[in-house]
């Protein structure tokens, strides 16, 4: 895949579990240095509507034929209601990353998972994320994917970090996400 400098992402990073619907946002990036536009939505925490509820916020979205790159912060949004990032890719043929700060504990999740309902489904879903890379860099991250080839992703994730060892896209997403709920929590928006 060919990257250029202005390559149009979606980092989607999800609020703070305050609420039994957390809200999720969208960051509609050029590059890592460009915001051009912002989406919201609300998945269960704990439920299991996150891949459907991206899905169509990335399909009704204005942005949609623009986008090149999904970038997911982690495999689970809103407590443990996962993302199935292959559906995803095959639903808007859009390749997917997943990036992480730390590889995941597989064995706390499960253990978490076994107090959820559709307990196999869930780890179903996670483990078809597939392979973990770690890119090696002052602070290593790790990255899952979809539609998209490692080195892509690893120079993707490289270019857009231009502030921290997180992407752009995502760490704007989150500040969003975060400052929206405090807003709605507060009564000040």
């Not at 060892?165 to 975060?178: D, F, G, K, M, S």
Request: aromatic share 6%; hydrophobic share 40%.
């Amino acid at each position: 895949m060919h990257i250029k400098p202005q390559i149009r992402i979606l980092g989607i990073d999800d609020s703070a579990l305050i609420n039994e619907k957390v809200t999720i946002i969208g960051a509609f990036f050029r590059g890592g240095g460009q915001l051009d536009g912002v989406l919201k939505s609300e998945i269960t925490k704990d439920g299991m509507d996150a891949t459907d509820i991206i899905t169509g916020m990335v399909r009704n979205s204005k942005y949609y034929s623009q986008i090149r790159v999904i970038m997911l912060d982690g495999v689970t949004y809103a407590g443990f209601n996962p993302v199935d990032i292959e559906k995803i890719f095959g639903e808007t043929n859009i390749p997917v990353i997943v990036f992480m700060r730390s590889c995941p504990d597989f064995e706390k999740i499960k253990l978490a998972l076994e107090h959820l309902p559709e307990t196999e489904k869930r780890w179903e879903i996670i483990k078809r994320a597939g392979k973990i890379y770690k890119i090696a860099q002052e602070n290593p991250v790790f990255i899952q994917l979809c539609g998209i080839d490692k080195e892509s992703a690893v120079e993707l994730v490289r270019t857009t970090s231009t502030h921290s060892n997180i992407p752009e896209p995502l760490r704007v997403a989150h500040l969003i996400a975060t400052g929206v709920v405090l807003g709605e929590s507060t009564g000040k928006a």
